[in-house]
């Protein structure tokens, strides 16, 4: 079990890509397509026969040497360190590059790449605000057959609908598993850890998704076989680190301080949808429906008949969770607008909540630690 | 050294009085209904259809930095929980909802919908989404697909004519008032006709010198733009405009006695500090021939018009492909590109402010573009377009400064 975690450590450190040049040896013809965060169609790419893969910045694995002059002062570590992944070469695995409407600074990021990468194909998925409408699946459907089009004639091959149904079965399966370990872990939240599930979950972003699905089974026995002891700790729901992601130092921090971590949104893609995906039927249609009317609430997305704030306060209740922490990327303004709402609803129905600002690059969380105890002493003694 | 003051600016207050009556009328004695929109991209003329006046928050916003008043807001919003990197825009506008603060100190209305044309900025979403929430009314997010080729598709098209139909539907059913096919083509071609006088307008910044100064005068331009596009006064308002200002053009004036620089201004002023900022250009004789903020709301000059027999596919193409926020950050370096080139300009200033990400992030390798693949020179300066806590007035100045001495010697050096 040590070695599984300290593997799928190893993989989201690091930002040379190996598993994904492993990948693409393994198949000289294969393509990989990296996509920025939140959430990628990655069946369509799957289909092709290609490689997806979940970019989420380089943590503090990278130092800015030439991304800071394009994006200046006041814009957030992920944009920068994902150009800058660029700019020193390290993107030279991929083939392709795709973002989504989430936020301003992304959605023009995909736009400097393309101008900096042109030999990259880079693409820009609108991925739609307006569930209420019924026109929003036709407009998504008509959106994915655009990305198929253009991934076919990457590949130089057609996408079968039976090979897309096919990953839709794949996929499905790897997210039935994770949402499993989710369950398991907010009944059990001291047999599974909030960073090593963290860890399984954002291997893979890396690795082709039969082989993910099976180190996740593999590590659903070793959390079966574990002993473990309750300890004294808060139930507590992390919201907000949906893009940039917190260092794992953090994650570990929280626990150590006296959080059970029942519920997050750490690299909430992987697990967008709250039911599987239909496998009849025209699959982009499936696609496309299940992004609107099967996934789950996220800032990044505006949905009017689930309005964010009674989410939140759903997810709560449902995970049985006494608090709520924000972890906010610095900079990043869908989370702290999100934030303003979220803290007068939670007001509303007192419960307590701490906000605490991260950037991926931060190393050492002193500051953090104090904050995070004081919460977690006034909540267990009061 | 001061600027040109016509007919024009005195016109163009009496117009933006005559909204914020109508605006107050609203809130006094609910006629008519008011519904939120955002400037850019927008579809006024379904609400003209209507006879349903227009709330602007970002005009709001915008009226009360130039007045002074945003600081006050802008704090009151951070207290309520909003952080120092939001939009100050957002933080102004709601900070002035809960204190009861209106620009000019008339009523505003509760919208009997809040429309939130979501064109290429997210902040649109979640400035509606928490306007919707504190004034509890009901919201509609108008989707529309950012422009990620060329040319909008005929599916993105078809999707946001349907979703035009649904705001029709729903404003019908919110107000109990019936849409009027006559009045929405009456509106367009308002908007149309405003449309080819403001594209008329900006050409004649091609001549040298250019009797105003496309950025700063655009912005006084811009008011009864936005709250008078679909309606006569508008239409009036811009015939005498463009008189006014090819008079100006026949008889040789510029907007200083002498035009020593023409540059291309991309981003938002600072409107706290609106005066200090222009007359930091003034001093050096430096008149903006084309500006990309003054597109936020359309991109005319290149052709583009909205068509009285086509009235829903317009508005439709209007939102999707032809106001600057919902097309792509390189169709952005293109648009300046093209100024640069037609209206002969010798430099490129880029305004980067901080609340607005869509506008700034990236506008760095926008400058390495310019400097280093085309060869033009280009400030780049950093403060806000609200939050008066960061503009460096000092600092500022002194790029601007040395900018122009450094831009005077390229000039000379290229004439020799």
């Known amino acids: 079990m040590d070695e599984l975690l300290r593997r799928c450590e190893e993989i989201i450190r690091d930002v040379s890509f190996a598993t994904v040049r492993r990948w693409k040896a393994e198949h000289p013809d294969g393509k990989a397509i990296a996509y920025f965060p939140v959430y990628a169609p990655v069946e369509v790419i799957a289909a092709a026969g290609m490689l997806p893969v979940g970019l989420h910045g380089a943590g503090d694995q990278l130092e800015l040497q030439h991304a800071d002059a394009r994006f200046g002062s006041f814009i957030c570590s992920i944009v920068k360190t994902t150009l800058e992944l660029g700019l020193t070469g390290r993107l030279a695995p991929f083939d392709g590059l795709l973002f989504s409407s989430i936020c301003d600074s992304a959605r023009n990021l995909c736009f400097v790449l393309k101008r900096n990468f042109p030999q990259l194909y880079v693409d820009f998925l609108h991925l739609p605000h307006n569930a209420e409408s019924a026109s929003s699946r036709e407009f998504l459907r008509s959106e994915y057959a655009r990305l198929k089009a253009a991934l076919e004639r990457l590949a130089e091959r057609r996408i079968e609908e039976e090979s897309l149904r096919e990953m839709i079965v794949r996929y499905n399966e790897n997210r039935r598993v994770i949402r499993r370990l989710y369950e398991w872990r907010a009944e059990e939240p001291h047999r599974i850890r909030a960073w090593e599930l963290y860890v399984l979950v954002r291997a893979g972003n890396f690795l082709p998704v039969e082989e993910h699905t099976a180190l996740l089974r593999e590590a659903q026995e070793g959390f079966a076989r574990r002993q473990a002891k309750p300890r004294d700790s808060i139930r507590v729901l992390v919201e907000s680190a949906f893009c940039e992601q917190p260092p794992l130092g953090l994650i570990r921090l929280l626990e150590e301080a006296g959080c059970y971590i029942v519920e997050e949104d750490f690299t909430l893609g992987r697990r967008w949808f709250s039911e599987d995906i239909p496998t009849d039927g025209d699959p982009l249609r499936a696609l496309a429906e299940s992004y609107l009317d099967r996934s789950v609430v996220s800032s990044v997305r505006h949905d009017g008949r689930r309005p964010r704030p009674r989410a939140l306060i759903e997810k709560v209740r449902a995970r049985r969770a006494q608090a709520v922490i924000f972890l906010i990327a610095k900079f990043c303004e869908p989370a702290y607008f999100d934030y303003v709402l979220f803290k007068r609803e939670l007001e509303r129905e007192g419960i307590p909540h701490l906000l605490l600002e991260f950037e991926e690059k931060m190393y050492t969380f002193e500051r953090l630690q104090t904050e995070v105890e004081t919460f977690v002493e006034a909540l267990l003694f009061e | ?416």
Not at chain 2, 134 to 147: I, K, M, N
Not at chain 2, 329 to 338: A, F, T
Request: proline share 6%; aromatic share 12%; charged share 25%.
């Open chain 2, 1 to 416: 050294m001061s600027e040109y003051r016509g007919w024009i600016h005195q016109r163009q207050k009496e117009l933006m009085q005559q909204w914020y009556a109508r605006l107050d009328e609203s809130a006094r004695t609910g006629w008519p209904p008011a519904i939120c929109l955002m400037i850019s991209g927008n579809c006024v003329e379904v609400l003209e259809a209507f006879g349903i006046v227009p709330i602007y928050p970002e005009v709001n916003a915008l009226q009360l930095a130039i007045r002074h008043q945003s600081l006050e807001p802008i704090l009151a919003a951070e207290e309520l929980g909003y952080a120092t990197d939001n939009c100050a825009y957002v933080k102004a506008d709601i900070g002035a909802y809960l204190m009861g603060v209106t620009p000019t100190g008339g009523k505003l209305p509760r919208p009997a919908l809040v429309l939130c044309n979501f064109v290429g900025c997210n902040t649109y979403i979640k400035w509606f989404e928490h306007v919707a929430a504190f004034l509890e009314a009901p919201l509609y997010v108008l989707d529309v697909p950012f422009l990620r080729s060329e040319e909008p598709s005929p599916a993105d098209v078809a999707y946001v004519v349907a979703q035009l139909h649904e705001v029709v539907r729903r404003i019908e059913e919110i107000t109990g008032l019936r849409f009027d096919m006559d009045r929405f083509r009456e509106a367009v071609r308002c908007s149309q006709q405003v449309e080819e006088l403001w594209s008329r307008i900006k050409h004649l910044a091609q001549r040298v010198p250019s009797p105003f100064d496309a950025y700063f005068d655009a912005i006084t331009l811009m008011g009864p733009l936005y709250v008078h596009r679909a309606r006569p006064e508008g239409v009036e308002f811009f015939r005498l405009a463009l008189a006014e200002l090819e008079a100006k053009a026949a008889r040789g004036e510029g907007v200083y006695d002498r035009e020593d620089f023409r540059v291309v201004i991309e981003g938002p002023p600072p409107y706290p500090y609106f005066r200090a900022f222009r007359d930091m250009f003034a001093r050096w004789r430096a008149t903006a021939v084309a500006s990309t903020y003054s597109t936020v709301g359309g991109i005319w000059e290149f052709g583009f018009r909205h068509d009285p027999e086509k009235p829903f596919e317009t508005v439709a193409l209007h939102m999707l492909a032809h106001n600057l926020t919902n097309r792509n950050y390189l169709q952005r370096y293109d648009q300046i590109r093209r100024y640069v080139q037609q209206w002969r300009a010798d430099g490129v200033i880029i305004h980067f402010v901080k609340s607005c990400r869509l506008f700034s992030a990236g506008q760095g390798d926008m400058r390495d573009y310019f400097t280093k693949v085309l060869g033009v020179p280009t400030l780049y300066i950093e403060s806000d377009l609200e939050d008066p806590r960061y503009f460096a007035e000092a600092q500022i100045r002194n790029r601007v400064d040395a900018f122009f001495e450094a831009l005077g010697r390229h000039k000379r050096a290229i004439a020799v």
